[in-house]
């Protein structure tokens, strides 16, 4: 689709989008074809232009380009023109079956086989009605049902993994990396605790959304009217300039939360190597230890896995230490030592 393609004019303030010259849609905002097109890309581009094809009758595709799942026929309004909603209609046709989660995973996965782009997982009801919706939304995603998924996935391997090995390698073999206890835990080499990490897990768990990139309490700003402003934000999440992972932010959150910048500038912090064996040591403060409890009470109340923002927390530790190397020594060592106390406590305690 082309902005050619669509005839645009304004009247009172709205905008008039077409494609077939016939529909019209209206809106104040950019027409969401348009917008999304400028958000997903080219495969999103392709994806409209046969689209609208296949609705003017000029394509016919192997498989429908679209489905459409109802997982039930249950929904909270009674809208007179709905089937739900008129008597005779409801006693008819409705009933109070559910589709399987087997079904709905065989559905997907012919789907993903015959390359089919994109799927609405409501008909005639109301699908926020199904408890553990986000699981059918992020079955269909990771198998392909969505016009960017596997970009997506690509994304937040680089971001996580890739990354990852990427700054380790500074530390590898080298006296910090071969300290065996830190604080009277023992710890492998860095390569062998990352090695640990189910890097699927945190692909699959990956929730794209409109992100910051560093979303730490230093960059929250609350005016004294409580309007909120967040500065400094991260130009890219891997190749994509508008989508990023959910849990991204909510890990840079965690880690600030845990280790924040008054604490690194006024050196709050201790490291002391004796003996192969490191003790590590920082100031807590009373403020941010009850944000993050609020945090994991925002996430339990949002079905977010706040052990899993604990997680990528974590990495980011490991991540930033080498940074530091050259301007801050002391806080590089001190950040990679915890980073590699934090995530052989936290992979120890899953081994368990
Ligand atoms: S399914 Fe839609 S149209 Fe039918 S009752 Fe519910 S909200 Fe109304």
Redesign the pocket.
């Known amino acids: 689709m082309t902005e050619k393609e669509y005839h645009t004019e304004t009247d009172d303030g709205m905008k008039k989008f077409t494609s077939d010259g016939k529909v019209k849609m209206l809106s104040t905002e950019a027409d969401v074809n348009q917008k999304l097109s400028s958000i997903i890309g080219e495969k999103f581009i392709e994806y409209r232009k046969k689209f609208e094809a296949a609705s003017n009758f000029q394509l016919e595709t192997e498989f429908p380009l679209y489905i459409q799942i109802e997982l039930h026929?249950i929904?909270?309004?009674?809208?007179p023109?709905?089937?739900?909603?008129h008597p005779d209609e409801n006693q008819k046709y409705v009933s109070d079956d559910k589709m399987s989660w087997e079904t709905y995973k065989k559905v997907i996965l012919e789907c993903e086989k015959y390359g089919c782009p994109s799927m609405n997982p409501q008909?005639?009801?109301?699908p926020l009605l199904t408890p553990d919706f986000e699981k059918y939304i992020k079955f269909a995603s990771i198998n392909n049902i969505s016009n960017n998924s596997k970009k997506f996935q690509n994304d937040c391997e680089y971001m996580y993994k890739t990354k990852t090995y990427e700054r380790i390698k500074i530390f590898q073999n080298q006296d910090i990396d071969n300290i065996s206890y830190i604080n009277g835990i023992f710890v492998e080499p860095i390569i062998n605790i990352i090695n640990k990490i189910d890097w699927n897990k945190i692909i699959s768990t990956a929730i794209p959304a409109n992100f910051h990139g560093d979303l730490q309490p230093e960059n929250i700003i609350v005016s004294k009217d409580n309007t909120v402003f967040l500065i400094d934000w991260r130009e890219s999440f891997g190749t994509d300039l508008n989508i990023g992972d959910l849990y991204y932010d909510l890990s840079k959150l965690y880690h600030g939360l845990l280790i924040n910048g008054t604490i690194v500038k006024e050196k709050k912090f201790s490291v002391n190597i004796e003996n192969n064996q490191a003790k590590i040591s920082y100031l807590s403060k009373d403020n941010l230890i009850e944000f993050n409890k609020k945090l994991e009470l925002f996430c339990q109340n949002h079905q977010i896995e706040y052990n899993h923002v604990k997680l990528l927390g974590i990495l980011h530790y490991v991540n930033i230490a080498e940074f530091y190397m050259k301007t801050e020594p002391e806080y590089s060592k001190f950040i990679f030592l915890l980073g590699k106390l934090l995530m052989s406590e936290y992979l120890n305690k899953l081994e368990k």
Do not use: D, P, T, V
């Open positions: 026929q929904c909270n309004l009674k809208c023109m709905c089937s739900i909603g008909g005639i009801n109301e």
